[in-house]
């Protein structure tokens, strides 16, 4: 019992290092990957290297689908290259379990060790993530070992004999208790390591050992689909195409599995050498074999998986893709793009106000009521996103980032409501009291609010690049708004003493109208703030992230 439980440990310390290196590289380096990705779907050869390199990094195909996936459901990538992508990723972890089969022995404890130091110190920095990977790496080849040692009184046991024993080199079927195990351990990369690992220590055949290993990749591509379910079927025909290869390896292989298996038992290597060997020549034959057919597959995939009707209501979130939670620089991505289209939002009801402002009809109002609630709607999944996001071992940019999205949607949260109860401020002196503005305060509203768009607009592309001059720009407009403001209270107040009697009746109004101007104008120059406060931050790596509770007005 204590023998099997060792085997399991093991098995569990090996899927567990896989888990830390994927994670870790994603975080330092996620945002880098995914630029390598989308720049890589000009041409097919590279698109397929791209997804070799990728994977290599992250050790693990599932982590490359997620990517990709989210790309295709995001319409950032057409299908054909992100096939392309997928069957280097198959090539990727290939060479990365050949690697880790070599005699690492001495490297494991060096790994842990520096990696620790790393990690503990500087935690929250991009050294502190590099940590994180090394420990990782240090714990994949300890785990290999272990398995090893804990494999060596199993394979001695008549019951574990007998279990094995029924695995004929039927390949099917081996194929399926493959796919069983990539499923459980939840890389193909593992399971991959563990078979030749059982096969060096004698517990399985090699006949079997090639069924595992096929099933294993099988394995990985019933993952994939599986993690893509919640996508749009544009990102699930990525996992389902790469799912149609595997098998479709299967099918081509299945007439030379015994030729293969009664050559490879002439050759004098090793059992667990011969594994890695035929998993790294069979997915590098596949694949460069099947890349020429991506387009055709792409189309195969099309008609499997039509794009369903929906409803694309402005109230339904577009990109917060739950897959990618676990990637940091993506999930933080799709937040900032939803935040943006909330950002749309409160500029087409800043034009339905300025409607209401000239004596609209009723239909802008309920417009604006409309978009209020889209932007609540957005709001509330924006926010609901981030909050599921795992912060713990976030580094120090992508924490500030964090909060600068939470930041620019509670302000444009805030400025939504805000422009809601101007427009039925609007609405109640219109139906109580019949006034209209001067043609001079009607002219000055008009002017402020067009300064008020100009810098929404700005606002919104200071939260996307974080460009500094763009921010100082932004903080200058803000100046010359309320010196704008300024002026503008005084003239009214002018007319007022001049006895303009539509500047009496409206004077009430006209003034709060113009206060609420200002602390929208405020709200939108809120992303500046975050941009120059950061230029102080990066100074020191260690500072801590900025604090999303903070004051929104003046």
Known sequence: MLTLLNLLSAIALLVWGTHIVRTGILRVYGSQLRRVLSHSVAHRPRAFAAGIGVTALVQSSNATALLVTSFVAQDLMALAPALAIMLGADVGTALMARVLTLDLSWLSPLLIFVGVVLFLSRKQSRLGQIGRVSIGLGLLILALQLIVQAAKP????????????????????????????????????????????????????????????????????????????????????????????????????????????????????????????????????????????????????????????????????????????????????????????IGDLIEQMLAHLLEVLQGGSNGASQQVRRLDDDVDALYGAVKLYLAQMPRDDLPNHDSRRWAEIIEMAVNLEHAGDLIEQMVGKLDNHKRARHYSFSDSGLEELRNLHGLLGNNLRLGLTVFLNGNRENAQHLLQEKRRFRREVRRLAHAHVDRLSRQVVQSIETSALHLELIADMKRLNSLFCGSAHVVLEDEGRTENADSPPLNPIRSLGD
Request: net charge negative; glycine share 8%.
């Open 154 to 341: 199993i394979a001695e046991s008549h019951s574990i004999e007998a279990l094995f024993a029924s695995l004929t080199g039927d390949l099917l079927l081996d194929a399926l208790v493959g796919a069983l195990f990539a499923l459980i351990t939840y890389s193909s990369l593992a399971a991959v390591l563990l078979t030749a690992t059982l096969a060096g220590s004698g517990m399985i055949g090699l006949p079997v050992a090639i069924g595992l290993v096929i099933g294993a990749n099988i394995g990985s591509g019933v993952l994939a689909l599986l993690n893509s379910s919640l996508q749009s079927a544009a990102g699930r025909r990525v996992a389902l195409g790469s799912l149609l290869y595997k098998l479709l390896g299967l099918l081509l292989i299945l007439p030379f599995v015994h030729p293969l298996v009664d050559w490879m038992k002439e050759l004098d290597w090793s059992a667990a050498t011969l594994v890695i060997g035929f998993h790294l020549a069979y997915n590098s034959l596949r694949c460069l074999l099947m890349l020429p057919s991506v387009d055709l597959m792409a189309r195969l995939c099309n008609l499997l998986l039509p794009e369903r009707p929906r409803d694309d209501g402005v109230a339904r979130p577009r990109h917060l893709d739950q897959a990618t939670l676990e990637t940091p620089s993506l999930a933080l991505a799709n937040a900032a793009r939803e935040t943006l289209r």
